[in-house]
């Protein structure tokens, strides 16, 4: 590990104990209603000097050093008991959906933390949605079949993350109990121009509906892309079109209309 890393890790470590770290919320939209029907918990880390710091700095160092266990442990949690608060002050009812680390998957425990902050927030398991990328699960198809089980056991949902990013296995795929597939950032983003990235997007949302599969977009920033995605039959979608990861308080009002617009594009 670089002296760079091992300030950071020793920062990061500081700020957990601190509660320093943050979650914040970005709205998942049903593509057809504008209906928001979730949202992602995403962690944040505003450093007490040096400001916000990138989640694509901190997270790797985190899964370096272990402290992805207790950095995901608290995701989790915030995110059940956030969407048990929306709903007992009366808000639509919505899903909440939470990234899962190879290392937080491989873990011995991993299955009894996700039961056990199900209740403690005293939350529905189908208001979950745990997403993994398919490499997590392909490390180890077997043991990753069997937790997937566990957990769908449980009453949780299961996406597969970033979709299209590796080199997809379908015959495993067909083995997966799983619920979603998310179609990877760079492939949307290019799903309005002619290309091979936009003909992996249009695919995965063909794969999903042959599937029996829902599946999201992720990265959605414009328009057009909006258009060729409800013109294809994608379920849902999130970005910065619809709105940017917000504090809890922040998207409370949002979450009170049920509904985004994008009557102008995002710059």
Not at 154 to 169: C, E, H, L, N, T
């Amino acid at each position: 590990m670089t002296r760079h890393a091992a300030e950071l890790e020793r920062e990061l470590r500081l700020a957990l104990t601190r509660r320093e770290v943050q979650v914040h919320f970005q709205p998942q939209v049903a593509l057809a209603s504008g209906r928001i029907v979730g949202v992602e918990a995403l962690v944040r880390w505003p450093h007490r000097d040096r400001g916000w710091i990138s989640p694509a700095q901190f997270i790797p160092v985190a899964e370096d050093s272990n402290l992805i266990h207790p950095l995901g442990e608290f995701v989790l949690a915030q995110g059940c008991r956030q969407i048990r608060a929306w709903e007992r002050a009366g808000l639509p009812a919505l899903r909440v959906a939470i990234n899962v680390s190879a290392r937080q998957f491989g873990s011995a425990g991993f299955v009894r933390s996700v039961a056990g902050a199900l209740r403690v927030a005293a939350l529905d398991p189908g208001r979950v949605q745990l997403e993994l990328t398919q490499g997590v699960l392909l490390e180890s198809p077997d043991r990753g079949i069997a937790v997937l089980k566990q957990l769908k056991a449980i009453g949780v949902k299961i996406a597969i993350d970033d979709f299209g990013a590796d080199r997809p296995s379908l015959t495993e795929l067909r083995r997966l109990p799983i619920d979603c597939l998310k179609i990877d950032r760079p492939f949307v983003q290019r799903i309005a121009e002619e290309g091979q990235d936009a003909a992996i997007a249009l695919g995965v949302i063909s794969l999903a509906q042959g599937l029996a599969l829902n599946v999201i977009a992720e990265g959605v920033e414009t328009l057009e892309q909006l258009e060729v995605l409800l013109s294809q039959g994608c379920d849902e979608g999130q970005g910065k079109l619809f709105c940017e990861p917000l504090p809890a308080d922040a998207l409370g009002p949002l979450l009170a209309s049920g509904h985004v617009s994008v009557a102008r594009e995002v710059s």
